[in-house]
């Protein structure tokens, strides 16, 4: 007999899907019926509703009405954790400098995270206030400490965020009381790795460490080495800011490399697999140098234009093939909503294409970048990015029937239209769920 009181295997979610395909285009699946493994998060059949079944089910979320939609999550492919606390404030300085962003604001800030206590207040902080905005991966720089940064992968298994976590690393070309030995770099990075990888959470594709080179300024040539090495022994992600700005190029080459940012990371065996910020002032070679080596860019449109860095180029990326994803770079870029970051990369796109005959990109693309583009840049498209069978059940369900969020519906409005209202004028209020690997946050 069957034992009614065991937990069910499996659980439905109804509702009118959105998510993009290969291509990038969207696809609107209205009134679909998707059944979730319950231990595994993965999504198991996936179908147009049938109306007999309905009422025997057991369900992990029902939309309230026709009007909704439910998301893949947003994936964050660069964010600095620390710099939430001072996320909107210290957007009057440049990157670089004496009395630059990062010496005034940023470092001083993320020394303090080597207490503990404080660094576990800010990082449970920063994981609720990104999953409540939808991103349900996110790919963190935390501080140089190996125990703050161990908090944070905690904070992620405890709210239940996916998460690539790294330890930064910075040995020169910083200020004394936020600086690391080659040697202390090296060894707390391994620890970490080794740490990490021996937790559940990343046999079960929840939690990764990303070997974190902070960027090519605070880091000497031994300690790329070093990190180069550890990248393959564990065969593990590489993250950090490339080609970022004027300054950042103009202060590398005063370090006396002939090389660019990715032929220097690639000569230490940094640039294979790696997800890399800004890249704003990359070459088309470098782009190429990048596509090579299976590394993405994680394009963060807010702080390039905060910083006055520049605008990524998305056509020539395209041209190229380079993977690229969207990210916040919390602090960099004040906000920590993907919807944000997904708006501005079209305005920066449309700003940037005026008067040329260069296409800007729309929202659907922004869209695609925010979800499928960023799985892939940071290479975990076999489990996450867009609805398939077989990946992982990472959703916001968004739910604006009810008003008082960003979108009213209108009679006459086409299921394209609302999607478009979400994304264009839709916050936090219109979210009414959220999921990772099938289980609600
Ligand atoms: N380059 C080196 N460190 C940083 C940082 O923390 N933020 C940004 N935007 N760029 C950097
Ligand atoms: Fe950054």
New binding site residues.
């Given amino acids: 007999t069957i034992d009614q009181n065991s937990p069910p295997d499996t659980a439905f979610v109804r509702g009118n899907f959105v998510h993009s395909k290969e291509n990038g285009e969207l696809e609107i699946l209205m009134d679909h019926l998707m059944e979730i493994d319950l231990l595994s998060g993965c999504i198991v059949t996936f179908e147009p509703a049938d109306v007999s079944t309905f009422s025997s089910l057991h369900y992990l979320y029902k939309s309230p009405t026709s009007s909704d939609f439910i998301t893949p999550g947003f994936i964050d492919c660069h964010v600095?954790a620390p710099?939430y606390s001072f996320a909107g404030t210290a957007t009057d300085r440049p990157?670089m400098g004496k009395e630059g962003?990062?010496e005034s604001y940023?470092f001083p800030s993320?020394r303090r995270l080597s207490d503990q206590n404080l660094a576990t207040k800010t990082y449970s902080k920063v994981v609720k206030r990104l999953l409540r905005e939808g991103t349900t991966t996110a790919c963190y720089?935390a501080t140089i400490h190996l125990n703050s940064s161990l908090i944070l992968a905690d904070q992620c298994e405890k709210f239940n965020q996916r998460a690539l976590i790294g330890k930064v690393n910075m040995d020169q070309n910083s200020p004394p009381d936020y600086i690391e030995t080659t040697e202390e770099s090296l060894a707390n990075t391994e620890t970490f790795i080794k740490q990490i990888q021996g937790r559940d959470s990343f046999k079960n594709g929840n939690i990764f460490p990303v070997i974190t080179p902070?960027?090519i300024?605070?880091c000497s040539k031994a300690l790329l080495s070093g990190l180069g090495r550890l990248a393959k022994k564990y065969d593990t992600r590489v993250q950090s800011?490339i080609s970022?700005s004027v300054d950042?190029v103009a202060f590398v080459k005063s370090l006396g490399y002939e090389e660019t940012d990715a032929e220097i990371f690639q000569n230490y065996g940094l640039l294979k697999n790696s997800i890399q910020?800004?890249g704003v002032w990359c070459s088309k070679d470098d782009l190429g140098l990048m596509k090579e080596n299976n590394a993405g860019i994680a394009c963060?449109p807010l702080?390039n234009v905060y910083?006055a860095?520049g605008i990524l180029d998305l056509n020539i990326c395209e041209e190229v093939g380079v993977n690229v994803g969207l990210g916040t770079?919390v602090?960099?870029?004040y906000s920590p909503s993907m919807l944000n970051s997904q708006r501005t990369a079209v305005v920066t796109s449309r700003v940037s294409n005026f008067s040329k005959e260069k296409e800007s990109i729309d929202y659907k693309k922004a869209f695609f970048l925010a979800t499928l583009g960023s799985a892939r840049t940071l290479h975990l498209e076999h489990l996450v990015g867009n609805f398939v069978i077989g990946k992982r059940f990472d959703a916001v369900c968004w739910s604006v029937e009810g008003g008082g969020g960003g979108v009213d519906v209108f009679d006459g409005d086409t299921p394209e239209d609302i999607v478009q209202k979400i994304l264009t004028n839709g916050g936090r209020e219109d979210i009414a769920r959220v999921f990772v690997n099938g289980k609600d946050c």
């Fill in positions: 600095h710099q990157l962003w990062l940023t993320e720089l902070r960027f300024p605070t800011h970022e950042e910020a800004h963060c702080s910083f860095s770079d602090s960099g870029g």
